[in-house]
């Protein structure tokens, strides 16, 4: 009865979320802009979505700062990573806490924060304060993604590296990058995710004549629900549940290979 009764809330509690995001999807296919009549199924949506100049320039600026921040983060995070990791006692601990901050501040005070430091130091709105935004509020995924590997790893590995004739550059890049790559690529992949799913820190660092996709929906959704909106989350929605299985799947299989390292 008790294993029924949990199995009962946790299907409620999925059908809670995920029901809205069904019923959106089957709209998209709907005929009709109605959103409580079904007029027959069509791609119409999707065919007038791709035509769209103002969703086309919104998916250009959402890719190009996405895949810019996620590299620049991934970079700067894997080496905040490796310096973290090798720091002892209370700066380690310090940094450490310091660095969660940004992941779990509410997103309306980065966002405002950010831009009132832009506007003080008199940078102008625009793709690059987004940009700079998005690569801030990724630095800490990509950090704690890479840390993990770098503790699986001996203490002695660099040192046994340099003892056998590698430089410290080539011993960080032959020895100990390839053994902390899946961090690295995971936590690339959170960045990407993060970055294309922002909508509050975008707003408030983004500029005239810059938009991404999530800016763009909101200001679609404010003159009202366009049938254009329901294929263009469904597509969203797919492509980041493809990035996101890819990630869990990742992460799975580097605990599968750390078991088998233990025995």
Do not use: C
Request: glycine share 6%; hydrophobic share 55%; net charge positive.
């Amino acid at each position: 009865m008790k294993s029924f009764l949990m199995k009962s809330y946790t299907l409620l509690i999925f059908f809670f979320l995920y029901a809205p995001i069904l019923i959106l999807m089957i709209f998209s296919f709907n005929d009709s802009k109605s959103r409580g009549n079904w007029d027959g199924f069509t791609l119409r949506w999707y065919s007038e979505l791709f035509q769209d100049g103002q969703i086309a320039s919104a998916l250009y600026y959402t890719l190009v700062v996405a895949i810019l921040a996620s590299l620049i983060a991934t970079l700067i995070g894997t080496l905040a990573a490796i310096g973290i990791n090798n720091m002892h006692g209370f700066p380690k601990a310090m940094t450490l806490n310091v660095t969660y901050l940004p992941m779990l501040s509410p997103d309306i005070v980065m966002g405002i924060s950010l831009m009132l430091l832009f506007i003080f130091i008199k940078f102008k709105l625009g793709f690059m304060t987004m940009l700079f935004a998005h690569i801030t509020f990724n630095l800490p995924f990509v950090i704690f993604s890479v840390l993990p590997k770098l503790r699986q790893l001996s203490d002695d590995t660099y040192d046994a590296a340099l003892d056998l004739g590698a430089t410290p550059f080539e011993a960080y890049k032959k020895v100990i990058l390839p053994q902390i790559s899946p961090g690295i690529v995971t936590g690339f992949l959170l960045a990407f995710t993060m970055s294309i799913d922002d909508f509050v820190v975008s707003f408030f660092t983004t500029g005239s004549g810059v938009s991404n996709l999530a800016i763009t929906i909101y200001s679609m959704a404010r003159r009202g629900i366009n049938p254009k909106i329901n294929a263009l989350l469904t597509l969203m929605f797919i492509f980041i549940m493809i990035i996101l299985v890819f990630v869990n799947y990742r992460m799975a299989k580097d605990k599968s290979n750390e078991k088998r390292e233990m025995y």
